[in-house]
């Protein structure tokens, strides 16, 4: 899920990995990063100017005599100099070796260890932070643009391994709070869509209301989370992460009424906005509310026509090898558009 989440398998050609057995996070993070560190120092590793001020006994650069009278530099045979240099120690590469250096300590296999430890060689020069205060908001340009796959592994892998305080050793937590796990579940499947069904046009826009008049003030913005359409048709689905999929009342388990009425709204709006613009002659537009399983007894498989439109509630089993994961949303594509 993560290969497609950071749209990593043609580049790192991690394909090979959503097959691959992990026995723990820890694992799949450590597999994950080696592949893409490995890619990077292909590449190249991100260098970058830095000024640096420090005694120096070949001086270069700018010689700041103040201070090196202050620091009385020339008693040891040094000038204080202010320099630029190319160097390999950026933050980027900061943020790398501080996550690799925790996967050391964490739960992964002899052999993966093995692998960091001849990818730490290349890093020997380069500092390390402490990892309750990397700044996350990194801006990206062409020169680190292959980076940005890297710090995602590296953001999940340092938020999810914590200092246990009886043994010292790293361990791998629940971290994902359910906002994440679903942000998660959600880029997953419009990712998967868009590498593998990119004849179905995936996308995640805006509906616009199908207003009467241009009063728009307080209405709540409508964006779906994975939009497929051909031809004249389009599936709108509207991915749901929860611990429950139904809620009960008095021994009767029903979908959530706000998630219907979600999804109901999505189409009406987005079919009527395709009537105005007269983009098809008779758009045919259905809903989906697409929960993630869970280990209830009843899971979702419902079909409903509600005023000329299909609406459908499904469960996606995660619990799966990747291959049956993928032909569940194959399915999907299938039956809705054909």
């Not at 246990?164 to 998967?192: M, P």
């Not at 459908?312 to 039956?335: G, Y």
Request: hydrophobic letters at 35%.
């Amino acid at each position: 899920m993560l290969a497609y989440v950071f749209k990593a398998t043609d580049r790192f050609r991690y394909d090979d990995l959503a097959v691959e057995p992990f026995e723990n996070a820890s694992e799949l993070f450590a597999a994950l990063l080696i592949r893409g560190i490995n890619y990077q120092l292909k590449r190249g590793l991100h260098h970058d100017y830095f000024q640096y001020t420090e005694p120096l006994s070949s001086p270069r650069g700018k010689i700041e005599v103040a201070e090196s009278i202050k620091q009385r530099a020339p008693q040891r045979l040094q000038l204080v100099c202010t320099h630029d240099t190319f160097t390999s120690n950026t933050y980027l590469n900061r943020i790398l070796k501080t996550t690799m250096l925790q996967l050391l300590k964490a739960n992964v296999s002899a052999e993966r260890k093995k692998e960091l430890h001849k990818l730490l060689l290349y890093f020997t020069d380069i500092q390390v932070l402490n990892t309750y205060t990397i700044d996350w908001h990194i801006h990206y340009d062409n020169n680190n643009q292959s980076y940005r796959m890297l710090m995602g592994v590296c953001y999940l892998t340092l938020n999810g391994l914590l200092q246990t305080k009886r043994s010292g050793q790293t361990r791998v937590l629940d971290f994902l709070d359910g906002r994440k796990e679903s942000q998660l579940y959600e880029q997953f499947i419009l990712a998967y869509f868009k590498a593998t069904h990119a004849e179905l046009n995936p996308s995640s826009p805006h509906i616009s209301w199908a207003l009467d008049n241009n009063l728009r003030e307080m209405l709540p913005t409508m964006r779906t989370d994975v939009t497929l359409s051909t031809n004249q048709k389009t599936l709108i689905i509207d991915a749901k992460y929860y611990r429950r999929i139904a809620q009960v009342f008095y021994g009767n388990a029903t979908i959530s009424s706000n998630n219907v009425y979600q999804i109901y709204s999505y189409v009406k709006n987005y079919q009527e906005n395709l009537k105005r613009q007269r983009a098809y002659d008779t758009p045919v537009v259905s809903g989906m509310l697409l929960y993630a399983g869970t280990d209830e007894a009843v899971q979702p498989n419902y079909t409903y026509q509600m005023h000329g439109n299909t609406i459908a509630v499904r469960t996606l089993n995660l619990n799966l090898e990747f291959p049956q994961i993928a032909a569940q949303l194959d399915a999907i594509a299938q039956d809705f558009l054909g």
